[in-house]
């Protein structure tokens, strides 16, 4: 297992883990409330997080591990199309700065904790609130998968090989998440977002310095896209509209995932999440920056056995060890803070939302904290078992299934928090068909994100979780029109 340890990237690696590691467990004792034995203390934080903490929580489970391997890979392989990431993180800015204030105020002034819970007081129907718990549950548990498969890349990088590191890596994660709850991701942000910053800018400042420039950056990837005749440094005609329709329906999603939704309920006020909206779009800065990583992968002319591999060949070929150490270091980390807090949002949603409603209504504080902390463990041994025993690319698709099944969540979520016209029964009905005929199109498309649209002009690609959102609100137009008329159908019969 250590015979191709790179010894001094190692050291580097294992200290920064370490130290990272004892945050963890001291977060137990950061702002201590008078008990962890309390949903709102271990799973939101005493929902107390001002501006700055709650910046580096939302960014630290926003952009995270994977997102530092995977937009570079995908810049790597396609080219621009895999910016679409960078208008998406716009986007959902102002979606948050209007909706998610209101969404903390109806969830404070309720003590609700879950998305869940606000859809059962806004509609009263515990089945539209399963549904939406099941879902959240459903589409975090491959999303946090995607944290190890980014944790895994790193410490690969490093020469470690089999399953250790990564089972050992966990154990550390499932364990302070336990100690300390929503605090311990809160309290590691700081020094994960701070890592990840410090990595960025001298990847930004040295390397276009060893490979002739950005000018000779980009005409190097332009040559290999050329090459392999597929991808390019700009988008072709064909691109802007699945480019588009991705960008526009995973900002709409992005803020439906229980993690993002922890991180908005942990808040201290409305304000504070506005402040947060104007001042999270630095993380798009640094996002872009990492995706140029893609194109310097081309001009550095690295020869990878996976795209995922861009990132630390790049910091392994063109830094010394010590610092590739450091970057291998700020991705593991970067993994820990949203998995951790993945975790802790899926629990809190099966312990409001299915064992307080099904197993036992007369749970204590204490019990629904015991209960969470458990489920949070289970939830990241199954992210684990995904990662060990599937093949990598089937967790990558069912992440992509994750988006476009959260993504039917927003009516029932948002549409309540502005309007009393919808019913129950029409938001389930439309969250079914959302949910089922998008998972049809997904699967006959090969999992793939997008699906092909004739429109008599020509065949257009649009992303599949986008439709069957659609999809979902006309069947919950529909359905509510019929059950409207139903009283007023049988007024008229019994009159005539």
Not at 23 to 32: D, E, I, L, Y
Not at 75 to 89: D, I, N, S
Not at 151 to 166: H, N, Q, T
């Amino acid at each position: 297992m250590l015979a191709n340890v790179d010894s001094a990237a190692f050291a580097v690696f294992l200290v920064l883990f370490i130290l990272v590691t004892g945050m963890g467990f001291v977060a137990a004792r950061w702002r201590k409330p008078e008990t962890l034995a309390h949903l709102d203390e271990w799973g939101l934080g005493g929902r107390k997080f001002g501006t700055l903490i709650t910046w580096f929580l939302v960014g630290g489970d926003f952009y995270t591990a994977y997102t530092v391997i995977a937009v570079p890979a995908l810049v790597y392989a396609v080219g621009a199309y895999g910016f679409f990431a960078l208008p998406y993180t716009i986007i959902v800015y102002p979606f948050v700065f209007a909706v998610m204030p209101v969404l903390w105020k109806v969830a404070k002034n309720r003590g609700y904790v879950t998305a869940g819970d606000v859809v059962r007081g806004a509609y009263g129907s515990r089945g539209l609130e399963l549904a939406v718990a099941a879902t959240g549950v459903l589409a975090t548990m491959p999303y946090i998968a995607l944290q190890l498969i980014g944790m895994e890349v790193a410490i690969k990088a490093l020469g470690l090989s089999g399953e250790v590191p990564l089972v050992l890596a966990f154990l550390v994660l499932a364990l302070y998440t336990y100690s300390s709850g929503l605090r311990a991701p809160a309290l590691i942000a700081f020094v994960k977002d701070i890592m990840i910053y410090i990595v960025v800018i001298a990847a930004i400042a040295i390397v276009p310095s060893k490979l002739g420039g950005y000018g000779a950056i980009f005409t190097a990837a332009d040559a290999a896209f050329a090459a392999k005749g597929s991808g390019g440094i700009l988008l072709s005609p064909a691109q802007i509209v699945p480019y588009a329709s991705l960008a526009l329906g995973s900002a709409l999603a992005a803020f439906m995932y229980p993690h993002t939704l922890t991180g908005v309920f942990a808040s201290s006020g409305g304000n504070t999440i506005r402040k947060n909206a104007m001042l999270l779009p630095a993380y798009t800065l640094l996002l872009g920056l990492l995706a140029l990583l893609g194109y310097m992968g081309h001009a550095a002319g690295l020869k990878l056995a996976s795209n995922n591999d861009v990132v630390p060949e790049l910091f392994k070929t063109l830094f010394p060890s010590w610092f590739a150490g450091f970057a291998f270091a700020a991705i593991a980390i970067g993994a820990l803070v949203p998995a951790a807090v993945m975790s802790i949002g899926a629990a809190n949603l099966f312990t409001r939302n299915f064992w307080k409603v099904w197993v036992d209504p007369k749970v204590t504080p204490a019990g629904e904290a015991k209960v969470a902390k458990i489920t949070s463990m289970l939830v990241k041994v199954g992210a684990l078992l995904a990662i060990l025993l599937m093949p990598t690319q089937f967790a990558l698709d069912l992440q992509l299934l994750g988006g476009l099944w959260i993504l039917q969540t927003l009516p029932a979520l948002v549409f309540g928090l502005y309007l009393t016209w919808f019913s129950s029964t029409a938001l389930l009905a439309g969250w079914a068909v959302g949910l089922a005929g998008g998972s049809w199109l997904a699967w006959s498309d090969g999992l793939k994100p997008l699906h092909g649209m004739d429109f008599g002009a020509g065949k257009v690609a649009i992303y599949t979780g986008l439709l069957a959102l659609v999809l979902n609100i006309v069947v919950a137009v529909v359905v509510n029109l019929v059950l409207k008329g139903l009283p007023q159908a049988r007024l008229s019969r019994e009159a005539a």
